[in-house]
């Protein structure tokens, strides 16, 4: 294990390509278009009544408009008139090495777990951790386990009439990062694994369990902390500071540690306080039942295989935030409910009295974690601690930041590739967040010199100012207002005015009709988007290793061509059986050429199969615009020649990332072509992406 270190932050953003800023474009007017189409449908009709949907998005096509026909076609013209410059400065530079460096590093890059450091493990290292991490708790579970629990989801989400929004369990490969701020590193290396595999189910489960915890904590008026302002404010109304002392504890592994036993007696508890419904239960118990996956096959959790609650599920967080208000009525019996609060898994109280009084306080705390079987660490009688990302002393009265490890800040340099408006902010967003975690002028000049000195490195000119949020009482009053945005990515490389050109088409097409009502510039905004960053290149190059080992075990008797005759015989150039490609067919005919882009996520040879059918048979004439075109000429008797080519490569729908990028692509293609007599229409960048089909809960109901 080699560590390595980049001078920069991993939040920085490099200067993208054109065709990689006009796919990001091409999905942002999309996701528009649909959300402006579905607002005038409702205008026009006001007797529809909506459901609850729980956050979930319909996978039906927006319908078309003829009221908004013209504004789509000047927005795309838009799009593919975007004008673009060069942009040439040396942190830039800087910034496209560190790409090619990565990507030309045969190893893993993995992450620490606290700390910014990267470490190079080769692929062997690298899968022996990630293997001895998920042996130590999972065992490999079979597929018919997984279809079950996603037949339950499914009979869920069909009581709640969304079966047709929801997809199946996301099958998300698990990570692992490096801890090494262990006493232990580097001769004993451990790791935190990380499970993004999750159940959709979950967003529902969220929810349910978001207002448990807030009708109980109203109730209770326990203190759950849910940022450090919280934790300051309690602090500051602490009574004869000088005479308490704090008690920290950090419940260990808390997610994972969630019993379903646990986990019921705080649903038993709760009943005084909330009531929920047998069915809201099913839904939270349904996502309980978690997987992890590794190299595509399941796994599951030795101890219980029926209730998991992973860090990475939707509803994670609010679980052991709804078990940590159980945990706190039991602690509040032997300490004052105003001296003790919790945030997660870590813990703060104060107490009073003598070192053995303390002690006792503290076995205490030990039994009633010991009886919820789970393990605490308990730091007890000091007057300093720090917490979160505030040290507190209560002799002093005081509170200061807090960096762990002394770890060195450090920001998005002025040169990255952000919106202005996020790299103006950002000295101002430091100076409140460094003020508010210092309690006076004095400590906020003793502690913001490491800030600024990260900020300066960072290439800004600006300094910190104490301003805590406390102070400014000028807010402004704001009422809620329904604002359809346009987030189109921003780039230096762009030197059209994106955001003016979109607003000028909206005073165009609707300042003087009568829908100026709901479409004008108060209710129809534009705020600049980010595209990916370093740490997302760093996650594509440790996954395009891992998927390359493991294709070449399941790929290698994989062919690229099965065309009798050989590649000579074969209509693409030998590569018929290549996958997730964007092809295009060129029509030749006399005194005209005309072209088709067209996708095909399993083998272009079955989408060609599918093309050769509609060309034969008069009753698929209209299945596609290339195959009426066909049909037109052999209408007129016109000989005609094709040739099929690929385009370019991607991924279909991808129910983690919830994105197609194969259709972006195909709509990218179209929208960009310079094709004068292209078959496809630009309005086909609003078709339905026909990949998420299968992913859906309701393709798995139960027989």
């Known amino acids: 294990m080699e560590r390595i270190n980049f001078r920069h932050s991993l939040k920085n953003i490099p200067l993208h390509n054109k065709w990689q800023y006009h796919k990001v474009m091409v999905s942002k007017v999309e996701s528009f278009i649909g959300r402006l189409r579905w607002k005038l449908f409702a205008i026009q009709n006001p007797g529809m009544t909506s459901k609850n949907s729980y956050g979930f998005n319909t996978t039906n096509p927006a319908p078309q408009l003829k009221e908004l026909k013209m504004f789509e076609e000047d927005l795309f013209a838009m799009v593919k008139n975007i004008q673009f410059r060069p942009v040439h400065n040396n942190f830039q530079s800087e910034l496209k090495e560190t790409i090619k460096d990565i990507q030309q590093h045969e190893e893993i890059i993995v992450k620490a777990d606290k700390t910014r450091n990267l470490y190079k493990l080769t692929v062997a290292e690298y ?4 293997d001895q991490n998920i042996t130590t708790d999972y065992k490999k579970a079979t597929v018919t386990k997984l279809n079950n629990v996603n037949k339950e989801a499914a ?17 998300s490969d698990a990570f692992i990062t490096v801890k090494d701020h262990k006493e232990s590193f580097p001769g004993r290396i451990e790791c935190r694994l990380i499970n993004p595999a999750k159940s959709n189910i979950g967003r529902i489960s969220k929810q349910i369990i978001s207002e448990a915890v807030l009708s109980i904590k109203n109730k209770t008026r326990s203190n759950q902390w849910i940022n450090t302002s919280q934790v300051i404010d309690w602090f500051k109304n602490l009574e004869n500071k000088s005479s308490l002392a704090f008690l920290k504890f950090d419940i260990v592994a808390f997610y994972p540690s969630i019993t379903q036993k646990l986990f019921n007696t705080a649903v038993s508890w709760s009943k005084q306080y909330h009531n929920f419904t047998e069915q809201q239960l099913d839904i939270i118990r349904n996502c309980k039942k978690s997987f992890l996956f590794l190299e595509r096959s399941p796994w599951i959790k030795k101890c219980n295989e029926n209730f998991d609650v992973t860090m990475g599920a939707y509803d994670g967080a609010e679980v052991a935030e709804f078990v940590g208000l159980y945990i706190l009525s039991k602690l509040e019996k032997i300490i004052p409910q105003e001296n003790i609060g919790l945030y997660r898994d870590d813990g703060l109280c104060v107490v009073q009295g003598s070192g053995p009084e303390i002690e006792k306080i503290r076995k205490k705390m030990f039994s ?38 002394n770890e060195i800040p450090v920001y998005i340099n002025a040169k990255s590739n952000h919106p202005r408006s ?29 800030y600024m000195d990260a900020l300066h490195q960072a290439g800004y000119t600006e300094s910190l100012e104490f301003n805590p949020s406390h102070q400014n009482n ?22 059209t005015k994106v955001a003016e050109k979109f607003l000028s088409l909206i005073d165009k097409h609707f300042e003087k009709t009568e829908l100026r009502k709901y479409f004008n510039r108060s209710t129809i905004k534009v705020s600049y988007s980010c595209m990916t960053n370093i740490e997302a290149v760093l996650s594509g190059h440790n996954k395009k290793l891992l998927s390359k080992t493991f294709k070449s075990n399941q790929d290698k008797n994989v062919k690229d061509c099965n065309c009798r005759g050989g590649t000579k015989n074969c209509v693409l150039n030998g590569k018929c059986l290549s996958k997730g490609v964007v092809y295009k067919a060129e029509v030749l005919s006399t005194g005209m050429t005309a072209s088709y882009i067209g996708i095909a996520a ?47 490569k991607a991924k279909p729908y991808n129910p ?3 994105m197609c990028n194969l259709c972006l692509m195909e709509k990218t293609c179209i929208l960009l072509s310079e094709d004068a007599n292209l078959l496809n229409k630009r309005s086909e960048v609003m078709n339905k992406c026909r990949h998420r089909e299968k992913f859906l809960l309701r393709k798995c109901y139960k027989t």
Request: proline share 4%.
């Open 127 to 130: 899968k022996k951790l990630l």
């Open 155 to 171: 009979e869920i989400a069909l009581d709640l009439d969304i079966d047709d929004r929801v997809d199946q369990y996301i099958q």
């Open 368 to 405: 009633i974690f010991k009886d919820c079987k789970l393990k605490v660490t308990i730091e007890g009688n000091v007057t300093v601690t720090e917490f979160l990302d505030v040290y507190f002393d209560l002799r002093k009265e005081s509170f200061k930041p807090y960096r762990k490890n």
């Open 422 to 450: 996020i790299k103006k902010e950002l000295p101002k967003m430091i100076g409140k967040r460094v003020s508010n975690l210092s309690c006076s002028r004095e400590v906020f000049e003793n502690e913001s010199k490491p």
């Open 474 to 495: 000028d807010k402004k009053k704001t009422r809620s207002r329904k604002i359809i945005w346009f987030n189109p990515p921003f780039s230096e490389t762009v030197k």
């Open 602 to 648: 399993n083998s272009f040879k079955e989408r060609y199969a599918n093309h050769k059918l509609s060309f034969n048979n008069l009753k698929y004439e209209y299945n596609t615009s290339l195959s009426k075109h066909i049909w037109g000429l052999k209408k007129i008797n016109k000989p005609f020649k094709i040739s099929w080519s690929i385009v370019s």
């Open 656 to 658: 983690a990332a919830k």
